[in-house]
């Protein structure tokens, strides 16, 4: 086993390997032996029908900061492009300025949502060799792209959807993110402390029988482990009901799970998303903090609406003895809707925001790990049922 480096980002944020682990449930595993090693996440990008005033509210209501732009004004004609950051977290919101603008295809197909879940890689060309000879569809080749600030190596390659995977080696970059991005700060009012450190997850949404696919081509083409697998009661309601299966890189920096809808008395949150959005895609991305409890505050006073939970979760004695002893009295949980959920290796607390756009499709979780390197699935049912609540108020149950 090899010790696992701290990215860039990761230094610049002041995180340690030791708060990762807490964080997102970092391991060490050896390179050198991955045909695929991934390091990181490197950015979500989204595709959003109004960029400017997306890069507003993910300033405001979640607390990121303002460090790069394209557009317009720096020779880029087709989109404008906002690069925020909280802690080693990277979002990336993409918006058509030109009509032709494939962004703003993408915006009339599917609303809203997620386009590229890039990572970071050390090698381009090996990872692009290797998914090529595991019949991966190679969207952009292996290239250089260059400025003033150094050289990024550069190639994609498709997942579930229209949803791609770009793999970055910036190594030789010293730039605020890629070759045509500037320097671009806000007036933003930031919160004291931020709201998140890091990128846990981002679950994909695919159609009915085609989770195992997307698991083998995870393990196959770029080298994922299984981390987990929820099936049956484990993941259903009274009405509706999903499998899933989690993929994760060898150090787990970026986790993939993967749901598809199963058979119910009526329409699951899985067939909800591949309706609104029209394809496979990404529906919620985890992002991981270390006080849950000052996140949630601050962001409901910016305007953030969390799925609520009814007061007989937090009465139950059967979870009240599972949980134990966790580091806030039960009751202050109750009072924001929080979650709680204990494993074999810890515990975590998490919530989920309401959709954050027009459709119901993309929609954030907040987690707190404290050891666990789980998902919740003590707390599916009870967020399955807050979700059929809000189907249901919207007609779509």
């Given at each position: 086993m090899t010790s696992v480096d701290l990215t860039?980002?990761?230094?610049?944020?002041?995180?340690?390997?030791?708060?990762?682990?807490?964080l997102v449930g970092l391991v060490d595993y050896?390179?050198?032996?991955?045909?695929?090693?991934?390091?990181?996440?490197?950015?979500?990008?989204?595709?959003?029908?109004?960029?400017?005033?997306?890069?507003?509210?993910?300033?405001?209501?979640?607390?990121?900061?303002?460090v790069g732009y394209s557009g317009p004004e720096t020779g880029n004609r087709d989109h404008k492009a906002f690069v925020l950051r909280s802690g080693s977290a990277r979002f990336v919101i993409v918006g058509a300025v030109d009509p032709a603008s494939p962004y703003a295809d993408h915006h009339r197909r599917h609303g809203d949502g997620v386009v590229d879940l890039a990572l970071e890689v050390p090698d381009v060309d090996r990872c692009i060799e290797h998914a090529r000879?595991?019949?991966?569809?190679?969207?952009?080749?292996?290239?250089?792209?260059?400025?003033?600030?150094?050289?990024?190596?550069?190639?994609?390659?498709?997942t579930y959807g229209e949803t791609r995977h770009t793999l970055i080696d910036r190594s030789r970059y010293e730039g605020v993110y890629l070759p045509g991005f500037?320097?671009?700060?806000?007036?933003?009012?930031?919160?004291?402390?931020?709201?998140?450190?890091?990128?846990?997850?981002?679950?994909?949404?695919?159609?009915?029988?085609?989770?195992?696919?997307?698991?083998?081509?995870?393990?196959?083409?770029?080298?994922?482990?299984?981390?987990a697998?929820?099936?049956?009661?484990?993941?259903?309601?009274?009405?509706?009901?999903?499998?899933?299966?989690?993929?994760?890189?060898?150090?787990?920096?970026?986790?993939?799970?993967?749901?598809?809808?199963?058979?119910?008395?009526?329409?699951?949150?899985?067939?909800e998303y591949l309706d609104f959005y029209g394809d496979s895609g990404c529906q919620h991305i985890a992002i991981a903090t270390n006080d849950i409890l000052r996140s949630v505050d601050e962001m409901i006073a910016r305007g953030v609406e969390f799925l609520s939970t009814p007061d007989s979760y937090y009465d139950d004695a059967e979870l009240r003895a599972r949980i134990g002893e966790v580091r806030v009295p039960v009751e202050q949980l109750k009072a924001r809707g929080i979650l709680?959920?204990?494993?074999?290796?810890?515990?975590?607390?998490?919530?989920?925001?309401?959709?954050?756009?027009?459709?119901?499709?993309?929609?954030?979780?907040?987690?707190?790990?404290?050891?666990?390197?789980?998902?919740?699935?003590g707390n599916f049912k009870a967020l399955f049922e807050a979700i059929e609540r809000e189907q249901d108020a919207r007609g779509n149950l």
């Open positions: 860039p980002e990761e230094r610049d944020a002041e995180l340690t390997v030791d708060r990762l682990k807490q050896d390179q050198s032996t991955d045909p695929f090693p991934v390091t990181a996440m490197d950015a979500v990008v989204f595709v959003s029908g109004n960029a400017t005033q997306s890069a507003h509210y993910y300033q405001h209501a979640f607390g990121m900061t303002l000879r595991q019949g991966a569809d190679v969207l952009e080749e292996p290239h250089d792209v260059s400025d003033e600030f150094g050289t990024v190596r550069r190639a994609a390659i498709a500037v320097e671009r700060t806000s007036r933003m009012t930031r919160p004291e402390k931020r709201l998140f450190q890091a990128v846990d997850h981002c679950v994909g949404n695919v159609e009915l029988g085609r989770m195992d696919e997307w698991v083998d081509f995870y393990n196959r083409v770029m080298g994922f482990v299984n981390m697998e929820f099936v049956g009661d484990d993941i259903a309601t009274e009405y509706s009901a999903l499998m899933s299966k989690v993929v994760a890189n060898g150090n787990h920096r970026v986790k993939f799970p993967l749901n598809e809808p199963a058979l119910g008395k009526k329409r699951s949150q899985i067939d709680v959920d204990r494993d074999e290796d810890g515990y975590l607390l998490q919530i989920f925001t309401r959709p954050v756009g027009d459709r119901p499709t993309v929609f954030f979780e907040l987690i707190e790990r404290h050891g666990s390197l789980g998902f919740g699935k």
